[in-house]
């Protein structure tokens, strides 16, 4: 689904929204304005099969990051709630 001519503008998205919400600077804001991000998920087909995927490869990141426990035990769950919050489709 994410855009093959520009990962590394989806990567700095993402980063920058992370950024954001955990209290950092507003790059995110300033650049892209509100998150929105129910609306700006629309265009995808977002399944339950496929925000599992969109976990299972998070959850890859997770194991190759080696982040701070504390860091992961934050992230990880607040990835979950969004990831269920996106599903836009039924199983088709
Ligand atoms: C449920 C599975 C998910 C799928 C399949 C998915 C897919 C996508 C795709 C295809 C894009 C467009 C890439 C781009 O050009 O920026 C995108 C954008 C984005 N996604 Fe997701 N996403 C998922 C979950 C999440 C979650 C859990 C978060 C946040 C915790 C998130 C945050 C974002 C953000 C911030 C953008 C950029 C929005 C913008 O400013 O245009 N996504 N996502």
């Keep these: 689904m994410y855009p093959a001519a520009d ?9 920058n929204f992370l950024i954001f919400r955990f209290g950092g600077p507003p790059t995110y804001i300033e650049e892209r ?11 995808f087909a977002i399944d339950a099969a496929a925000r599992d ?4 490869i998070m959850n ?10 504390a860091a992961e035990a934050t992230l ?3 990835f979950e709630h969004v990831a269920t919050f996106l599903i836009n489709r039924k199983e088709t």
Excluded: K, Q, Y
Excluded at 33 to 43: T, Y
Excluded at 53 to 56: D, F, L, P, S, T
Excluded at 60 to 69: I, Q
């Design 7 to 15: 990962l590394a503008g989806a990567e700095t998205r993402l980063r």
């Design 33 to 43: 304005g509100h998150p929105r991000l129910g609306m700006r998920h629309g265009p």
């Design 53 to 56: 995927r969109w976990m299972a």
């Design 60 to 69: 890859n990141a997770f194991a190759e990051a080696a982040l701070p426990p």
């Design 76 to 78: 990880r769950p607040f």
